[in-house]
């Protein structure tokens, strides 16, 4: 706890409509307090915007605990800003200093095109998903839960690679403007676990083409992993690749979950 | 039983275990080939949306989804932490449909209807089997079988877990599924959508208006039953654990067109949330109720004390919850504990800055079982008070506070799940029936997966199958002409009102009459103050808001303004529901009824109905229809955790 | 206000592939395939590297060594083949292995380049991205244009004014003793040694090698390579001007003394 106050100066990129041209727009920011999230120093600053007559910034955010990927925006050039494993709306003022100059700008990505200020569509990402993000178990005919074991190391990393809030920093945060991070993470959650082998190789193919309709290449800067919010390792990149390689190549009548 | 109700919701007959069997083999079928004839449209993805969409879509129904989310993903259901509940007795503890049946029913207050409830306790188990084959990663054990643990005081380990990401894990199941079927082309999905109307003909729901949050383009929506599932009110009180967007405009526009609302004012307070740091707060944040299995709550026993924590000495601190309940000490229930800390902070011995916590202490844990075990049981909740306070818990005792967490109320459904407007239907925390006036905990994510996976996929052809070879409502009809025109209308007020007051400013102000007055503990004083309040606020609201900008463009302003203006309606429904109902039950404690030790005060003899309020216009008193609530397997009793 | 439903929200996509066609064709289109060919192609051409190194340690025995060494490959494999087919093959697959090499990154460039026309407005902060990873492009560009001078000046000789067909040790230290040239070398060895820093390494991600249990070595192997191609490379040029390696048969006709039929 900190009673002080600090003052920051912002520069926030305005952008009225999906076409309108965009500018930075800088406002002073006084009585910052430390305890404030990133977003709630955004509020203020919209709150008297408003008074002044102006609009206020748009943003996306909904569930403020880091979890529901709806916030992000680039903070002094770094997706989500400079604390790692953290989702904007979990980043606290206390992170910066009194004094501080702070510029945020939208995620940027061909497949990301902003739609007013800093919220731009992503639904490229739901694409991608659509195109194999799932395990076809149409409700009802499930068999019993515990009818096959999951080894718990199985089951552990398969929970690290599906702790994806699906918020796109990785790709905002990519030089290549690549999803990698994104896909990889459903694709290996969904791969390593027994259920998901019926559908591994046509899953595997279908989202990594569908995710190179939309995205850049993966030149394993590891910028995605250091932007993520949930700190998901680039390792699910290598295993995508394997399995899209092998899905390709290999005789799949004959290759088995075993296949090493 | 005394009550009379006008309101009857027909439960199937037989027993109790029967019922469900029965009413699936008596109710009407809609043939697979038929099904593509029907239009359904369903209205938010949370877990209860998009599982009901799914599984719509995969009985091969024409469904369009909508969503204010720019993907069904987002729903305020990925932010459950804790797990869910299913009579799995995987433990071997003795757990039956019958024992989760029964600890609901108990757990609710005796105000939930038993036929659902014993459903929810059945379908429980097939949830769990069908999130396994969707791949949703539960924790397991070593040998690689499935791990439970107890939660929220239950005797049994019956709670299925993802880490402290159940919710997300099981939205995520949900929402790959729906993705696969909108991939199939059976599930049209429409995000960044708002429902603003709910579209009723000749006294059935013949489809909804919304609006494109993009382009602000109004249009409507048509179909042969409507499903709404859009969560709970929790906002009404400005600051909740809900998601900043979570709101009550879906239901309550449907509530306004004849749909009942029923008993609002059960409002569940979660004990061991992060309390308000400063005026600026916009949300609160739970931490999980786990925390209280090794924490000691505790406030100095002077009032106003301005020492640090390690700095008050032992015989001065009150661990008030050790010493009024010693059988249960810090585990007692989440309204118990919630209570007390209100009682300490209103006292004047709240700590932090604001004065407005208690601590949550583990250093006696870390002692007795060292840090390593408290970080291995803890250590992600530890780090998330961290970056979200600035203090380290493993040092300084934590700061909580209790904080509105869910909505036991809703709209009104029979068994069919299906609101008194015909084909209307009602999913998760946007209905009102499982889980009584409280809810327990890791209950919430099980009702929402069993309405929509379970429940909705086999009753909604009860109501469609009559209506084979009618065609929907056409959207040029009179009746969607005039709700687009209502909505368009709406819109513009909003927009011309151009006062000095920001829509959150007016929404804090609301949200703090309520919390004050109608909110952990209220009275007949303080709820006849909050009914004198409201409507001078929603005045206020609509001479001196100031909603900038156009409604062409996206207008986060404008869209939180039309959620604003609902609750302010909705806010006095609350208080009505709270004033009349003369006794204390679960989530809604009346002060003056209390037993001498300040237990909440139950009366079966006049109370024990569902209150369902149907709208008579704004500012004017709802009318009251009950259903009244019969116990032939549970027999009332009192909760005592002394 | 709209009568019927219309598509709403989502984004074209910036790049539609060609379907169907041989699994290889449609492996290589991708991106993921691209990069599986430039990792394979980067191991041959990182194999090149250092049997090339190697083979150019013997300057410092001598001036039969290291002709010896040309003359050798030219023999491979004995008896088994006409003298240089297998070295012409090996330099067939050499060619072929750079060209797909560039090939790739090329297509990968412009794949990234569509995934974001327009760039960031405001400073970018990169915190795991290394100088090598962002610099691969360059660095890459930089060996491409050093290689084609280095075949003119070594190889074919054009860019050599005393070169001698046949003479590697006199026409490499020939060569080096000009500062302008040594210092070119030595530039491009540096960049060389930074592409394969990161090369070295992703090119196991690009393949899925990974194994949390080795990828610290993975890592360690990248760096360590790119030391070893530095130092050895380095060292050539490092030693002509320091006079260290000299002319062997100095004179004014070294061509007359020194010829001998040699490789490379």
């Known amino acids: 706890m900190s009673d002080k106050q600090m003052r920051i100066t912002l520069t926030a990129w305005r952008q009225d409509g999906p076409d309108a041209p965009g500018r930075f727009e800088t406002y002073d920011v006084p009585g910052v307090s430390p305890d404030m999230s990133f977003l709630e120093m955004l509020d203020v600053v919209n709150e008297r915007l408003q008074r002044e007559g102006k609009e206020p910034i748009a943003f996306d955010h909904d569930c403020r605990e880091g979890i529901c990927g709806s916030c992000g925006m680039m903070i002094n050039g770094q997706a989500h800003g400079p604390e790692r494993g953290t989702a904007t709306c979990q980043l606290h003022m206390r992170k910066f200093r009194d004094g501080d100059h702070v510029t945020i700008e939208p995620w940027r990505a061909a497949a990301f095109p902003v739609i007013r200020d800093l919220i731009v569509d992503r639904t490229a990402l739901d694409r991608i998903i659509e195109s194999g993000g799932y395990i076809s178990a149409p409700t009802g005919g499930a068999p019993d839960a515990n009818l096959i074991p999951i080894p718990k190391p199985v089951a552990d990393a398969a929970m690290d690679a599906a702790a994806c809030i699906g918020c796109g920093a990785c790709v905002a945060a990519c030089p290549n403007g690549a999803a990698q991070l994104f896909t990889a993470a459903k694709v290996q959650h969904l791969n390593l676990l027994p259920q998901g082998q019926a559908e591994r190789w046509d899953r595997t193919i279908n989202m990594v083409e569908t995710m190179e309709e939309y995205f850049g290449s993966c030149t394993l800067h590891r910028e995605c992993e250091a932007a993520c919010p949930k700190s998901i390792s680039i390792d699910f990149i290598a295993l995508m690749n394997r399995d899209y390689a092998k899905a390709q190549l290999a005789q799949r009548r004959l290759v088995g979950q075993t296949f090493p | 039983m005394s009550i009379r109700g006008d309101l009857v919701a027909p439960v199937p007959p037989g027993p109790l275990e029967d019922k469900w069997d029965n009413h699936r083999f008596s109710i009407k079928l809609v043939n697979p080939a038929n099904k593509r004839r029907f239009e359904i449209i369903v209205v938010g993805t949370g877990l209860a949306g998009a599982s009901a969409a799914a599984t719509l879509g995969e009985l091969g129904y024409n469904v369009k989804v909508i969503t204010f989310h720019d993907s069904p993903r987002r729903a305020h259901s990925i932010a459950a932490q804790g797990g869910i509940n299913a009579a799995k007795n995987y433990k071997n503890d003795g757990d039956s449909v019958y024992r989760l049946f029964y600890d609901t029913i108990k757990g609710g207050d005796y105000r939930a209807r038993e036929a659902n409830v014993y459903r929810l306790a059945q379908i429980s188990v097939d949830i769990i089997d069908q999130c396994v084959a969707q791949g949703v990663p539960f924790a397991r054990e070593y040998g690689g079988l499935l791990d439970n643990r107890s939660f929220g005081g239950a005797q049994v380990s019956r709670t299925f877990y993802a880490r402290g990401q159940t919710g997300q894990q099981l939205l995520l199941g949900a929402y790959q599924a729906l993705m696969r079927q909108v991939h199939l082309g059976t599930v049209t999905l429409i995000p960044r959508t708002e429902m603003l109307d709910l579209v009723v003909k000749d006294g059935r729901a013949a489809g909804v208006v919304c609006r494109d949050l993009n382009t602000g383009e109004i249009y409507s929506l048509s179909g042969h039953a409507v499903v709404l599932a859009t969560g709970g009110y929790g906002n009404v009180f400005f600051l909740s654990t809900n998601a900043k967007n979570s709101n009550v405009t879906a239901a309550w526009r449907a509530a306004k067109k004849g749909a009942y609302f029923a008993n609002p004012c059960y409002t569940q307070i979660h004990p061991t949330c992060i309390p308000a740091s400063d005026d600026f707060q916009s949300k609160l944040t739970l931490m999980s109720e786990s925390l209280r299995n090794d924490g000691r709550i505790w406030v100095p026993k002077q009032i106003d004390d301005p020492r640090s924590p390690d700095q008050i000495p032992e015989d001065e601190r009150d661990y008030y919850l050790e010493r009024r309940y010693p059988a249960f000490g810090n585990l007692v229930p989440r309204d118990v504990a919630s209570r007390a800390a209100k009682r300490e902070v209103d006292a004047g011995r709240g700590v932090g800055p604001l004065k407005n916590g208690v601590y949550l202490d583990f250093s006696d844990a870390i002692r007795r079982l060292g840090r390593n075990v408290i970080e291995e049981r803890y250590g992600n909740l530890f780090e998330m008070y961290e970056r979200i306070t600035g203090e380290d818990p493993y040092v300084v005792p934590m700061r909580i506070y209790p904080a509105v967490h869910y909505t036991m109320g809703g709209l009104w459904v029979d068994y069919n799940l299906m609101s008194n407007l015909p084909g209307l239907f009602v999913l998760g925390e946007a209905n009102f029936s499982d889980h009584g006036a409280n809810r327990l905990g890791a209950s919430a994510l099980m009702q929402g997966l069993a309405d929509g996976y379970f429940v909705i996929p086999y009753t909604i052809g009860d109501y469609l199958a009559p209506m084979l070879g009618e065609r929907p409502v056409p959207v040029d009809d009179p009746v969607f002409r005039e709700a687009e025109q209502a909505v368009s209308d709406l819109t513009r007020r909003l927009l011309s009102i151009n006062g000095k007051r920001t829509v959150d400013d007016i929404h804090r102000e609301l949200g703090k009459v309520l919390w004050d007055n109608c909110g952990m503990a209220r009275s007949e004083q303080s709820l006849q103050k909050a009914l004198a309040e409201i409507p001078a606020i929603r005045e206020e609201f609509w001479k001196n808001v100031r909603v900038l900008g156009g409604d062409e463009t996206r207008n986060q302003a404008l869209e939180k303004a039309g959620r604003v203006a609902d609750f302010l309606e909705f806010g006095e429904l609350m208080c009505i529901d709270a004033l009349h109902r003369n006794e204390s039950c679960g989530g809604h404690f009346r002060e003056e009824y209390q037993t001498e030790d300040g237990e909440a005060l139950r009366d079966d003899e006049n109370f024990a109905y569902v209150a369902a309020w149907e709208f008579t216009g704004t500012g004017e008193q709802p009318k009251l229809h009950r259903e009244a609530l019969e116990f032939e397997y549970v027999k009332p009793s009192t909760r005592s955790y002394k | ?264």
């Open chain 3, 1 to 264: 206000m709209a009568a019927t439903l219309t598509p709403r929200g989502g984004v074209a996509p910036v790049r539609r592939p060609r379907k169907g066609g041989p699994a290889i064709v449609r492996f290589y289109r991708s991106a993921v395939g691209k990069k599986w060919v430039m990792a394979v192609t980067g191991i041959a051409l990182m194999g090149f590297v250092l049997v090339h190194l190697i083979g150019n340690i013997k300057l410092y025995l001598s001036k039969e060594e290291l002709n010896l060494y040309g003359e050798a490959l030219r023999d491979m494999p004995g008896h088994l083949l006409p003298r240089t087919w297998l070295l012409w093959a090996f330099r067939l697959g050499l060619v072929a292995a750079f060209v797909l090499h560039v090939h790739s990154a090329w297509g990968l460039t412009v794949i990234n380049r569509r995934a974001r026309p327009v760039g960031y407005q405001s400073k970018r902060d990169y915190v795991a991205a290394t100088f090598a990873s962002r610099t691969m492009r360059w660095t890459g560009l930089i060996v491409l244009l050093y290689l084609v001078f280095h075949l003119m000046d070594l190889t074919w000789g054009n860019a050599n004014p005393d070169f001698v067909r046949g003479d590697p040790y006199n026409n490499l230290v020939y060569s080096m003793q000009r500062p302008a040239v040594a210092l070119v070398y030595a530039l491009a060895n540096v960049a060389l040694a930074i592409h394969l820093s990161h090369g070295a390494w992703s090119l196991f991600q690009s393949l899925g090698i990974n194994n949390p249990r080795y990828n610290g070595a993975l890592r360690r192997f990248a760096y360590g390579f790119a030391g070893i191609i530095l130092v050895g490379n380095l060292s050539f040029p490092i030693a002509v001007q320091l006079g260290l390696v000299d002319l062997a048969c100095p004179g004014d006709d070294p061509v007359a003394e020194c010829n001998e039929e040699s490789g490379l």
